[in-house]
């Protein structure tokens, strides 16, 4: 006689409930948001867990790991609303999207509120600050190398923060002067069939560093510094045979290096200076089969002490949301065509 197996139930996720009371200085509408805007961030982020309000105590009940995050996640707006700084639906969501990723990684939590609240340069009421945890330990690490590359897609605030750091540097006066270079290559255009002046036609390879400049320090002041010589902004063929002291050195564009300039460009460093590398491996404008410096030097000093690669993706693009999407969409193309990170330029 066959006997009909019998189906077990599956057991429920362990179910949670917590509350928590917002201390009585942090009006409700600062945790919430201007018409619920930032609970409606939340509850996008925990749609299986139920999360009510009543007077100044919230409850999530739901699965425990999540409720236990959601428990987190207002510690974490606490603190950043203690140092006077305003929640926006973006900190709450890069808020969540931290722990998350810290909690799958299994090791040790960390702070979003740290993250959020570290201030790198103020200037006519606005504050530069990393807005994602691989931007701070980019940040961070400009702090402890001497040569720090930050490699990753467009968006993702690696020459902006560096050019923070170089300003705020210059202002502590731990540099005497800040130098913006970048390999004067762009795709479908060459220097030669500009109009103009050398000036002239070098000027609208650096003008996104200009523009940077001009969000870190009064506008009026920027033409002194450069013909003062305590900001220079020029491509890269002019660092050639330089010995560069006591500076804060960006190569922008370091993508569209070929492996001499790239060797050229890190031994021009001099004592008491810091240099930082950016870059796009997917974005190389280079004619041909010339080799990519940027790509290259990753493997010549992997392991090298005192240089840092920093690390940066999709998760971490600080501009339109949109952005992000697309560049993972471009990524999954690429896998799914097997176009790799550039067909090997």
């Given at each position: 006689?066959?006997?009909?197996?019998?189906?077990?139930?599956?057991?429920?996720?362990?179910?949670?409930?917590?509350?928590?009371?917002?201390?009585?200085?942090?009006?409700?509408?600062?945790?919430?948001?201007?018409?619920?805007?930032?609970?409606?961030?939340?509850?996008?982020?925990?749609?299986?867990?139920?999360?009510?309000?009543?007077?100044?105590?919230?409850?999530?009940?739901?699965?425990?790991?999540?409720?236990?995050?959601?428990?987190?996640?207002?510690?974490?707006?606490?603190?950043?609303?203690?140092?006077?700084?305003?929640?926006?639906?973006?900190?709450?969501?890069?808020?969540?999207?931290?722990?998350?990723?810290?909690?799958?990684?299994?090791?040790?939590?960390?702070?979003?509120?740290?993250?959020?609240?570290?201030?790198?340069?103020?200037?006519?009421?606005?504050?530069?600050?990393p807005k994602t945890l691989n931007q701070k330990r980019y940040v961070d690490a400009?702090?402890?190398?001497?040569?720090?590359?930050?490699?990753?897609?467009?968006?993702?605030?690696?020459?902006?923060?560096?050019?923070?750091?170089?300003?705020?540097?210059?202002?502590?006066?731990?540099?005497?002067?800040?130098?913006?270079?970048?390999?004067?290559?762009?795709?479908?255009?060459?220097?030669?069939?500009?109009?103009?002046?050398?000036?002239?036609?070098?000027?609208?390879?650096?003008?996104?560093?200009?523009?940077?400049?001009?969000?870190?320090?009064?506008?009026?002041?920027?033409?002194?510094?450069?013909?003062?010589?305590?900001?220079?902004?020029?491509?890269?063929?002019?660092?050639?045979?330089?010995?560069?002291?006591?500076?804060?050195?960006?190569?922008?564009?370091?993508?569209?290096?070929?492996?001499?300039?790239?060797?050229?460009?890190?031994?021009?460093?001099?004592?008491?200076s810091k240099i930082v590398i950016t870059g796009d491996v997917t974005q190389v404008?280079?004619?041909?089969?010339?080799?990519?410096?940027?790509?290259?030097?990753?493997?010549?000093?992997?392991?090298?002490?005192?240089?840092?690669?920093?690390?940066?993706?999709?998760?971490?693009?600080?501009?339109?949301?949109?952005?992000?999407?697309?560049?993972?969409?471009?990524?999954?193309?690429?896998?799914?065509?097997?176009?790799?990170?550039?067909?090997?330029?």
């Open positions: 006689m066959t006997q009909t197996p019998t189906h077990q139930p599956v057991a429920p996720a362990t179910e949670a409930t917590a509350r928590f009371a917002v201390p009585a200085k942090h009006p409700m509408v600062t945790v919430l948001g201007s018409g619920d805007s930032l609970l409606r961030v939340i509850e996008k982020s925990f749609p299986a867990t139920d999360i009510h309000v009543r007077g100044n105590e919230i409850t999530a009940t739901g699965e425990a790991a999540e409720v236990a995050l959601i428990q987190r996640l207002f510690d974490e707006m606490m603190l950043v609303l203690r140092t006077g700084q305003p929640l926006t639906e973006d900190a709450v969501e890069r808020s969540i999207a931290m722990l998350r990723s810290s909690g799958e990684g299994g090791g040790a939590v960390e702070s979003p509120a740290e993250v959020l609240t570290q201030n790198i340069l103020s200037n006519r009421g606005k504050t530069i600050r400009i702090d402890r190398h001497t040569i720090v590359f930050g490699i990753g897609p467009a968006g993702t605030g690696k020459t902006y923060l560096a050019m923070a750091k170089a300003v705020q540097a210059l202002q502590s006066k731990q540099v005497n002067r800040i130098i913006l270079t970048r390999p004067a290559v762009e795709a479908g255009e060459r220097l030669g069939f500009l109009p103009g002046t050398l000036y002239e036609k070098i000027d609208p390879y650096l003008r996104p560093l200009y523009d940077a400049l001009h969000d870190m320090l009064d506008p009026d002041s920027i033409p002194r510094l450069l013909s003062a010589g305590t900001i220079e902004v020029a491509p890269l063929a002019y660092m050639r045979g330089r010995t560069l002291n006591d500076a804060f050195i960006i190569l922008d564009e370091a993508q569209n290096t070929n492996p001499e300039q790239m060797k050229m460009f890190l031994t021009r460093l001099g004592f008491e404008d280079l004619p041909g089969s010339t080799k990519s410096g940027l790509r290259q030097v990753q493997e010549i000093l992997d392991g090298v002490p005192d240089v840092h690669f920093s690390r940066l993706n999709s998760t971490d693009v600080v501009r339109h949301k949109l952005v992000g999407r697309i560049v993972d969409a471009y990524d999954r193309f690429d896998q799914r065509a097997g176009h790799g990170d550039g067909q090997g330029k």
